[in-house]
């Protein structure tokens, strides 16, 4: 996690150095910027240029952007990087005496709201929040699927089902895995073992699977907790290997985001094929030795060949299966053009707690 600080003053800078201590504290890297001649000290970086060509740069690198100044100043150097709620960094603004913390942008997906929670407690600053589920005490679900690092699938939707608790009225939600904690205010269980009626039109799905469509209206947040297990043959191009995991997820019915990861045999962790896929998607590789991978116990797709090349009986399902940790196998080996697919999905549960 990386985050920017701007300020303009000596007090602003002072309120910075402070800011800065805390969010060391847990954040990976922390620059402090200055945009005045009277700023003195080495942590003190000088944005190049403009400072809205900084703002620019800031929303491609930062996590969070904490503004020591006026509001009217943060907004104006924002506004013209500003695009989707689910990519913008938190943005924050402090007061240069440290009275007031506000978060402006991203408030619940880009963490501002409990940004600025945090530094209000910490450096005795009153927060400043404006978000309507926040003052009301509703559930929030874009909140709720940040924390839970879930994917949207739908914003609008996402406002719809704001809106109707806002509104008092009742949202449904479904999820095939587990439920841990009371359902939030406003939020009706719905399922096989749902009371007899008409389900609500509009409704919340915690799903892998794009099956699951309870409500005329479905809201999917999609948990990445499924793992893709891969064997190909040496220098089999990346286009062969996403071909395949493609048609598995249309299988199935995953969702592209629900994918978590991509594991294989260590021998073939520098396959340049497998990791321009990996690339390419986004994925982390996990590569698992082949006594590591026969040492699962299980029900797995053997091939004698296929040990007598690497040393395990299987590639696929065996490293899906290690690479969710505690799961089960959704879906088994499927093989073309020298490709191995096998697809796990790790025990996960649904936390209100």
Known sequence: ???????????????????????????????????????????????????????????????????????????????????DKRTDPAVVVMDEKGDFCIPILSGHMGGANELAGELSRRLDMIPVITTATDRNRKFAVDLFASRQQMQISSMTYAKEVSAALLAGEKVGFFSPFPVRGPLPEGLLAWGNSSPEGEAPRLGISVSTDYREQPFEKTLWLIPPRVALGIGCRKDTPARQIESLVTEVLNQEQIFREAVSCVATIDIKKKERGLLEFCDSWGLRLYAYGAQQLMNLAGDFTKSDFVQSVTGADNVCERSALLAVGKGKLIHRKTGRDGVTVALALENWSVDFG
Do not use: H
């Open 1 to 83: 996690m990386r985050a920017a600080i701007l300020c303009f003053t000596g007090n602003g800078l002072k309120l910075s150095r402070r800011v800065a201590q805390v969010l060391e504290e847990t954040w990976d890297e922390v620059r402090i910027y200055g945009k005045s001649r009277f700023l003195e000290g080495e942590e003190v970086l000088v944005p190049n240029g403009s400072l809205t060509a900084w703002a620019g740069e800031m929303f491609a690198w930062a996590d969070s952007i904490c503004f020591v100044g006026a509001v009217g100043i943060a907004v104006r150097l924002i506004a013209p990087w500003v695009k």
